[in-house]
């Protein structure tokens, strides 16, 4: 069966092609790692590439894992708010299988960046892990039919949209994405707003036919 992705973000069935990207199967290490890397991002939050880049050893303790967005740190000194996050075994598991082999807590969680890395080198890499993940999701999404367009980046729409669907506030969304302002949290939100607008205009009508 043919299951449909819209413009690299989840669409109304979103559980469900969640549930299709969960159970398909990997041809290679580089599609399980794209995957993985998804429901990293999905499952923390919606946490960025930036800011996994970033996660140290120090900031994983087994059930727990700790940071504080890169971007609010440039944008709110005074204002920092520590992400911390309950971890379920599925992504224990995918942060097992993921993580460098380094000990030491300041040694980075993942294999993305380096310690001798300049700025100006991880961004470089950065952007070529990217790349690298949303070919990989390109590939993987083909060989199972999704059709469409799913992306690194779409894992942070479909927390937002899922945590939503469920009842999650405005401000506790905000907050589990790290927003220093309701305005950003808004943007993500839009095309749920009209969904919902449509449905409580068709409630109201219901009762008469």
Known sequence: MVR??????????????????????????????AKDYWFLSYSLNGINLSDLALLQKADYRGDTIEFIRKKTERTSKHDLKTI??????FIREIIDRQKTGGEDSDDFLFPIYTKDMTERNRKSRRSSF????????????????????IT????????TTIALQEGASLIEVKDSLGHSNINTTMKYVASLEVKRK????????????
Not at 8 to 26: F, P, R, V
Not at 130 to 149: A, P, S, T, W, Y
């Open 4 to 33: 449909t992705l819209t413009n690299g973000n989840i669409n109304d069935e979103s559980k469900e092609q969640i549930k299709n990207l969960y159970k398909a199967k990997c041809a290679n290490k580089y599609q399980q790692r």
């Open 84 to 89: 911390s996050l309950q971890l379920n075994p």
């Open 130 to 149: 990217l790349r690298n993940l949303n070919d990989n999701l390109k590939r993987l999404c083909k060989d199972v039919e999704i059709e469409g367009e």
């Open 152 to 159: 690194f980046y779409s894992a942070r729409h479909s927390f």
């Open 198 to 209: 449509a449905e409580i205009s068709n409630s109201v009508t219901d009762f008469l036919t």
